[in-house]
């Protein structure tokens, strides 16, 4: 059983015939389809306003992709110290916006804290024209740390940004399982807190190979369809894109999916609680349980079949500590035989 | 019908059941699946050698990111004037490569000449540190004016190309229509005659959107995964982009589709030469015919339903000259069709 | 005698007697000293204008400088095809500006017509995000050819890119020259003819390493002054640098030096015009003379002592071209002396 | 009395001599001249072995081209979290690398130790492609906290590095503070510790504005010419660049200037020591000192026509943190003033 992350799954079955769906006949192409056409209007009705959509294949092609057309090559991005554009993403950022430079925080539970804006551009401000310009902050959501900011979170960290003069993205590679977890609109946990532009995620949560660079600001559509392009992230036979992220948000896919694996990570933290050799040793509030288990454990658990990846222990920790992702597809069978192992290792 | 461009139609049958195939159970992440695996193997057979292939999305990432990998960012590529790395990829090898220059020269039948190379080197050398560094060159097979290079014009811009310090690459984004037409190996075709890296494309001859970079030098491979990663291209769940090519490459699939589509542009070709009002050209090597028509024959046959394209007419042409475009399902039925319009239209 | 370049002089007695008294007490650095103040108020006296002036090290600096504030990452900038731009800065403007792209076109005595721009622009359109976005044009004043823009060939190339949404740069290297030439003010030779950004040249004509980038849209300034600082191009003793363009800017220096290589050029011309065996290929207006030779001729004048660079000719040439180049402190004795030698030698 | 920075005073009059001498005569261009030829051989000579040196403008140019020749685009630089590169270069090390990331990290008294880099490497070992590959690590000597490596710990940090597969670049704004205050051979401070390339600062130690790049690996020599043409560093007469260099290394001045500024800044830790209200926060080696001063001192200070900077207090600091510069032109008598002026506002 595969608990390493939920992109090794496979795409849901609505996803898959949609794509096969769309193989009929001839389309134009680079956006000119129809499911292209079509996606724009599922999502401003999901998020209750009028939005640009722009489909790319990966995740970090969305995020550099997003913050290439929020800040200048001379700019800096705020980043929580453990965001997936700092430490994953093997520069994508900074390829993108022509070196710009991502500024990492640390902060506790994977979640930025207004005050740090404020400081770190206090600090790039006295410096002038030696330091990067402050220009925008990228926060997680839901975080590296499989935790989710509430809405007021968000708005205050956003109003913050704003204040500052920096743009607000956000990474929603989970961006499911947070909503899922807040149970709000996807309006309140974006524009309406501030985020101005979203990485909306949907390969983890069912889709093949889909995300899309929402932008509530519509203006910078023009510029990001030429960054898309040379970045080759503009697909000729566009309409497969597009069809997995309509087949994925136009019924209720996206959060049915999402609150599967948030509910399987929950039963898991439940189980695990009641294990003595087990510490859960972060908040689980999306897909993601991260906790510290003997090396032995560990490896015993391997040895049965589960796969699963180790991850930076917090200062201080006491055991090795392990990340444990649930998936869409994740049965309270798996979870439970997970459980069984851990207590039989232990 | 629609014979804008080979990308308007979708995937072949043979595509689309080996993604749906894919699917089950999981997989791990990033390349490490079987289908990736497999798809060593099978290029490797196909080629004749050791390789290595990295797939990815769009010809514009697979010949930027190929590019990136040959040329310093001070580097200069040469390619003929109408390339589609010069004209139409918004500057992706510019930004893939950190700002390479790309120097374009003319030369009839879209395709470069030894000669050409010799005087631009000794141009740039008689310049040093000022002109950017002679460092490639890259040919496209099939052009972009749909001839082909023979296998012996190859070789020889390869091999002056390789005296003078310069890499070889081949932009193959019809590379199956081009060894259709040659009737020689994938080998022979390429790293036989002196090409170093070869994008190999499959979106416009049957597949979903797949492309790949393949590096017939594997010490390149390392560097490019780093290149892929952050360039948003690796994949997450790369069982769907390899298990594309699989199907692509391992049986007939990219030949018997690449042969349907140059027979039907041959049928057109045929066909447009008996009608007095058309013009063909440019010679018909591969699945494009460029037509010279009056105005109103065009007009007429867009009325009546026809896609193509306004081409760049070569200096001193008396008429307008479009694009047709075959694909490998277009029927003899659908290029029967076209040629009754020309002829009612004329 | 170096009639190679009119950067092998040393700097004119006023730039390096400014330097020496610049270098009196402290003063607060990249930027904050009196001369840098002093430098913006000499600039709008001589060109009648609010403007921003940024100095910086070199030619190449100050052009690649210029356009990275004019041109996004995916923006075409059309430049001749003979432009310093183009062949002459190792890719700078491709560097700076992340990426852009430089078009050459060609056209005689290297000037740019404005149907150029015309035709360029309606193919870039024509292709949308495919092609580059066309952003700007570059013109060199005086030309590579050292010929001069008129003020109406200016505004006219001038009023035909605004209209494209082009912006305007002058490249300025020999901005004294073109001046002295065309017996107008600055401010006729630039914004009033539409010239949005110039880099202004010194250190071919007086300075020691002296350039500068001069704003007449004082609104980009905040953005250059990020852009000097991230390329190194912000002295931290910023008096030396301006105090140079002072000194040169505010006496007559920059046109009095100007009109002396200028007359020494038209001197040498006027000269070789009566050699049967030299030809004069291109015509003199500022201070480079370009002339076909017997190879034996040029040989000898090597061989006496006389330095001067190989040319491309242009097509069709009979014999190879050269080019010579006098300075601000060439003195008639300089050419007649070269002019009795070719005289010998013929 | 200015101890704002090292870069408020002017140049050395042996330095002003060798530009006013450089003056005389045609000179060729873009280094090759006379002046430059002679730099390799006075700083091979000093360096006591066979080396490359490329004399730009700036320190920001010289460890921005110094790393774009050492790290990949997609490479990790490591940097103490003070470093001038990541703090005070606008993010030129990004832009001239084409986006590799500075990663920093924290130490006391600004100087990285062998651990930190090992773990870091191995973190990014552990994520392979999707991180920054690990490619060099930058030391700052002195450092920003104008403390200074002993050889032994640059040694140890260097062979570190090596092991890991880093190579190893030296911030030498201020090495010649460095070298005066080890008391070493400028190559024990160097190559035979392990460094690879040395930024040699010269400008705040009496240049009017001469860094160079000093490369003890000649390999990188032939692309840095390549990249220091296109980021506009490379002065056309460059004569008056290497003369300034050649007048510092050939005699003392440089070592010379360095044991002054040292010499007043020691004096200045001493004075602060016995003034009750002063507390000297880093220990003194070079020439800056960081004292933390109530505000209501500063502010009498500046009025009494004192200029230094506010500083960033060390975490849990009780009074806020002053930057203090002695230069080689400040005398005894300006350090005494200073200090009285401490013990009559305290």
Chains 1, 2, 3, 4 share one sequence.
Not at 7 to 29: C, P, R
Not at 259 to 275: E, P, W
Request: charged share 15%; glycine share 6%.
């Amino acid at each position: 059983l595969n608990f390493a992350s939920d992109n090794v799954t496979g795409a849901s079955a609505e996803v898959l015939a949609a794509i096969v769906k769309a193989n009929a006949g001839t389309e134009d192409s680079y956006g000119a389809d129809a499911a292209s056409a079509r996606l724009t209007e599922v999502a401003s009705r999901l998020f209750g306003c009028e939005l640009a959509i722009l489909p790319v294949t990966t995740g970090t092609a969305a995020n550099a992709l997003a913050l290439s057309a929020l800040v200048p090559p001379f700019g800096a991005v705020y980043c929580h110290e453990t965001a997936h554009v700092m430490t994953d993403e093997c520069g994508a950022p900074e390829f993108f916006s022509g070196g710009a430079k991502l500024l990492a925080l640390p902060a506790p539970h994977g979640k930025l804290a207004p005050q740090q804006l404020t400081d770190a551009v206090a600090f790039a401000r006295a410096n002038g024209v030696h330091h990067v310009q402050p220009a925008a902050v990228t926060l997680s959501q839901a975080t590296e740390w499989g935790t989710v900011y509430t809405q007021d979170e968000i708005g205050r960290l956003a109003s913050t940004a704003h204040r500052l003069g920096l743009k607000v993205h956000m990474d929603g590679a989970r961006f499911a399982n947070a909503v899922a977890r807040l149970g709000c609109t996807p309006a309140a946990a974006t524009w309406q807190s501030g985020v101005d532009v979203l990485s909306l995620g949907a390969t983890k949560n069912g889709a093949l190979a889909a995300e899309a660079v929402v932008l509530f600001d519509r203006s910078l559509a023009a510029e990001l369809e030429f960054r898309r392009k040379r970045s080759g992230h503009l697909w000729s036979k566009m309409r497969f894109l597009s069809a997995q992220l309509v087949a994925y948000l136009e019924s209720d896919l996206w959060l049915r999916n999402a609150r599967q694996s948030n509910a399987m990570a929950a039963r898991l933290a439940d189980g695990l609680a009641t294990i003595a050799t087990a510490r859960v040793v972060e908040v689980v509030e999306a897909n993601e349980v991260f906790v510290a288990l003997p090396a032995r454990v560990a490896t015993a658990l391997r040895a049965a079949g589960f796969s699963f990846l180790d991850w930076l222990a917090p200062a201080g920790a006491s055991a090795p500590v392990f990340r444990l992702v649930t998936s869409y597809d994740t049965r309270p069978a798996d979870v439970d035989s997970l459980l069984t192992a851990v207590r039989d290792a232990a």
